[in-house]
């Protein structure tokens, strides 16, 4: 693995290691594999390890090792994992999320748009487990990756001020949910009762990357009920562990 990763300066106390140039499952897997090498090894200098979708930045302080070192250290623990793809053990988070045109003002057009239903547009986003490949933009914001290209959408062309928290939208081949009230262009076609952003609590977002997130479509009885159990700090989260190759992809 090592000659196909590499090793770019950013900044004077930051380096990227890019694992490839496109989005994938493999590089993925490679770029977590990687984190958790890291991890183990408890260099001293390494601050903080930050995921994308091709590539891995090592923020590190220069006072307590420098950049070659740090490069050979971080070559010595690439390696290629045999572990096949149906075998890796993942965790696998249900999301309970209400799709209608109140919580999701932008359902209507992304049926019209893919010539679909609204049923059709919802049993399709809700049939596939979707790998989280990286959280930014803000605390929490999920970037999920396959999704089916039957639902893709362009963005808003101007996007909205506001955006309601635990949103769920769609922007191209991309869905994702928002954490937080805030401003955005994705499409949203849902909405989700759970808290996915708490900055009160011991795990401010209990989602990572290389988690599965499934979309579970309820009612507006059962999201107002959920709530209230969010609410009363009450709802028991549905995590659990799987095996890759139970996943629906």
């Known amino acids: 693995m ?6 770019l300066f950013s900044g004077d106390s930051a380096l990227v290691m890019e694992f490839g140039n496109e989005i994938s499952v493999d590089i993925n897997k490679k770029i977590r594999k990687m984190m958790n090498n890291i991890k183990k090894e408890n260099i001293d200098g390494i601050i903080e390890l930050v995921p994308t979708y091709c590539s891995l930045l090592v ?9 070659q070192n740090l490069v050979e250290k971080l070559k010595n623990l ?15 988070i249900e999301i309970p999320t209400l799709y209608n045109d109140e919580c999701g003002p932008d359902l209507s057009y ?9 049923e059709e547009v919802i049993k399709i986003h809700t049939g596939t487990d979707y790998l989280v490949y990286m959280l930014g933009f803000m605390p929490g914001f999920t970037y999920l990756g396959g999704m089916s290209e039957k639902i ?8 909205r001020l506001q955006i309601y928290p ?13 954490p937080s009230m805030s401003p955005g262009g994705w499409r949203i076609i849902g909405r ?14 209990y989602i990572s990357s290389g988690d599965y997130i499934r979309y579970v479509s ?32």
Not at 59 to 67: A, F, G, H, P
Not at 152 to 159: D, F, G
């Open 2 to 7: 090592e000659n196909s990763v590499k090793f």
């Open 192 to 205: 989700t009762p759970l808290k996915l952003y708490n900055p009160d609590s011991d795990t401010p977002v």
């Open 166 to 178: 635990g949103s769920v939208g769609i922007a191209g081949k991309q869905t994702g949910m928002y």
């Open 152 to 159: 893709a959408t362009p963005r808003l062309e101007s996007p």
């Open 78 to 92: 690439l390696n290629d994992d045999n572990e096949t793809v149906e075998d890796e053990e993942v965790t696998l």
């Open 59 to 67: 923020n590190y302080d220069v006072l307590k090792i420098d950049y």
């Open 110 to 118: 992304v049926a019209e748009y893919n010539k679909l239903s609204k």
């Open 218 to 249: 309820i009612s507006e009885e059962e999201y107002n009920n959920i709530l209230k159990k969010v609410e009363n700090n009450e709802y028991k989260l549905n995590i659990r562990k799987v095996k890759r190759g139970e996943l629906n992809v």
